[in-house]
């Protein structure tokens, strides 16, 4: 198993910036993929916001590009999204997500945490 744990979210004026972090805490044979940052605003389906791969191949949604960076601590398994220049459309949850590798089945499984809320003033 994968467990996913967020944190950093809270409340900043427009133009400011956080940092979140999700730590992961994994069993001995599952491997840890693709993680991503997703955000969920109320009444709005969940949307990709960032993606890092195993070996730092990042990619982001157009609306946070230049803005946003993420990153990855693969010895502490922690990914991380700097978030600058925020504005109010960026208030949501904001969940970290990662693909698991059970080593010993061969198989994959998506991992999910519990999210952190982000929101922006105006």
């Known amino acids: 198993q994968v467990q996913l744990v967020e944190s950093g979210g809270g409340l900043v004026q427009a133009g400011g910036s956080l940092r979140l972090s999700c730590a992961a805490s994994?069993?001995?044979?599952?491997?840890?993929?693709?993680m991503r940052w997703y955000r969920q605003a109320p009444g709005k389906q969940r949307g990709l916001v960032a993606t890092?791969?195993?070996?730092?191949?990042?990619n982001y949604a157009d609306s946070v590009k230049g803005r946003f960076t993420i990153s990855r601590d693969n010895a502490k398994n922690t990914v991380y999204l700097q978030m600058n220049r925020l504005q109010p459309a960026d208030t949501a949850v904001y969940l970290c997500?990662?693909?698991?590798?059970?080593?010993?089945?061969?198989?994959?499984?998506?991992?999910w945490g519990q999210g952190t809320q982000v929101t922006v003033s105006s």
């Open positions: 890092i791969t195993s070996g730092g191949d990042t």
């Open positions: 994994r069993s001995s044979v599952f491997s840890i993929d693709d």
């Open positions: 997500y990662a693909r698991g590798r059970n080593s010993v089945q061969g198989t994959g499984y998506d991992f």
